[in-house]
């Protein structure tokens, strides 16, 4: 479904991606790891073309999507789900997930989604006129998750989900990623939280300063020496 090929992406004069290169198939969940300042967040951006890359391909259903604007891929099928989740602190939970859905056009079609979204997001039917500003960190995840399906992506990348969670929240985040999942949805899962990863995942890769140094099962890297105890504190 995604091939990132040879990636190679700048901030300034500064390399963050140093010629990355990985494979998503359809169906399935795909974790990258590392810890902070390795590229990951920079990965999505580039895939999302809100970057875009000095040099490499990115390729979407067979397309070349690497120096199309944003909402060109967004209309191919890939949503961004970004890190810290970035709400309008002054726009309604409706005027979100309407949002999410900008570029559709079946206005019976986006009505049925959003009711589908407040099946699985039950609170933010009790908030749906309520500020995202005013919201919980978990209730503006949910939000920033039920912004991205209305679009009804393909790929829904995830950039950090569980970022200044509760364990209870982030527990019941790892079910909803699993349940987007299970309805049809391929996943690229950016966590620092490398156990929660490793667990949702089937295959992962693990990024350090930009590159890939590690890929494979995740089961496997669950059980990885390095890995041990780079992310998951022991050896």
């Not at 390399?15 to 590229?39: C, F, M, Q, T, Y």
């Not at 120096?67 to 961004?80: D, N, W, Y």
Request: proline residues 4%; charged residues 25%.
């Amino acid at each position: 479904m995604l091939k990132v090929r040879g990636i190679r992406s700048y901030y300034g004069r500064v390399e963050a991606l140093k010629g990355i290169s990985l494979e998503v198939n359809e169906r399935e969940i795909i974790a990258l790891i590392g810890s902070n300042g390795a590229g990951k967040s920079t990965t999505l951006r580039t895939i999302s073309g809100l970057i875009t890359p000095a040099d490499g391909a990115i390729e979407f259903l067979d397309r070349r999507i690497d120096g199309l604007p944003p909402k060109e891929i967004v209309r191919l099928g890939i949503s961004h789900c970004p890190e810290e989740r970035k709400i309008w602190p002054r726009l309604t939970v409706e005027e979100h997930l309407e949002l999410g859905a900008f570029l559709r056009g079946d206005r019976s079609g986006v009505r049925a989604d959003m009711e589908q979204m407040f099946t699985v997001f039950p609170v933010l039917r009790e908030r749906r006129r309520q500020l995202g500003g005013t919201l919980s960190g978990g209730e503006q995840q949910m939000l920033a998750i039920g912004r991205a399906l209305m679009s009804q992506p393909k790929l829904v990348m995830f950039d950090e989900p569980s970022l200044g969670l509760a364990p209870l929240v982030v527990e019941l985040m790892a079910r909803i990623i699993q349940g987007i999942h299970e309805r049809g949805a391929t996943v690229l899962l950016v966590e620092q939280n490398a156990f929660l990863a490793l667990n949702l995942a089937h295959r992962a890769y693990v990024l350090e300063t930009g590159r890939i140094v590690l890929e494979g099962p995740a089961r496997a890297l669950l059980e990885n020496e390095h890995v041990k105890r780079a992310y998951l504190g022991s050896a």
